[in-house]
T-cell receptor, first 114, second 110 residues
């Protein structure tokens, strides 16, 4: 089955720790995205990547880092510099360069800071 | 804010009734998309309407677009309890990113 997977589904972190959220896709999409969603809110873009070995900051990149070494994978690290990391994190992918770019989403990771 | 505005923020209806959600935006668009999110899950693409289209249907969904008013609406007809979810509009920015609205939370009571 083609799709996007995220792991883990739930993640607990102590203050001061870095954690890495996994995102993998087998849709052969070049573009991948990370969003943050707070309760009752819409999605805010953290980072995005249009192609392997390249990525750009989104609207709320501070305290986060990413890598894009493989087309299939776009891991997100939440660093200790992120002041309020408790949130729901969504990964998505799409075919870049198209005007009508539908995004495909993973099931999400819920991060809680203890 | 670049985000669109959606209203209402929350909507509660009985099964069988129609649900209408509205989305407004500020800049020119070439398309507008609607997504659905079940509680605690990822988003699922529902429908895309292009700027040269006024109305589009998909099953029980009807989307309209008024580019002169910079607004779109999503109508769900004959709603079911399974339609309970949050619904988001999204428009592409000039760099290809999608900008999402705040969403409308729909509750359909059986």
């Amino acid at each position: 089955d083609g799709g996007i997977t995220q792991s883990p589904k739930y993640l607990f972190r102590k203050e001061g720790q870095n954690v890495t959220l996994s995102c993998e896709q087998n849709l052969n999409h070049d573009a991948m995205y990370w969003y943050r969603q707070d309760p009752g809110q819409g999605l805010r873009l953290i980072y995005y990547s249009q192609i392997v070995n390249d990525f750009q900051k989104g609207d709320i990149a501070e305290g986060y880092s990413v890598s894009r070494e493989k087309k299939e994978s776009f891991p997100l690290t939440v660093t200790s510099a992120q002041k309020n990391p408790t949130a729901f994190y969504l990964c998505a992918s799409s075919i870049p360069g198209q005007t009508y770019n539908e995004q495909f989403f993973g099931p999400g990771t819920r991060l809680t800071v203890l | 804010s670049q985000q669109g505005e959606e209203d209402p923020q929350a909507l509660s209806i009985q099964e069988g009734e129609n649900a209408t959600m509205n989305c407004s935006y500020k800049t020119s668009i070439n398309n507008l998309q609607w997504y659905r999110q079940n509680s605690g899950r990822g988003l699922v693409h529902l429908i895309l309407i292009r700027s040269n289209e006024r109305e589009k249907h998909s099953g029980r969904l009807r989307v309209t677009l008024d580019t002169s008013k910079k607004s779109s609406s999503l109508l769900i007809t004959a709603s079911r309890a399974a339609d309970t979810a949050s619904y988001f509009c999204a428009r592409p920015s000039n760099t290809g990113k999608l900008i999402f609205g705040q969403g409308t939370t729909l509750q359909v009571k059986p």
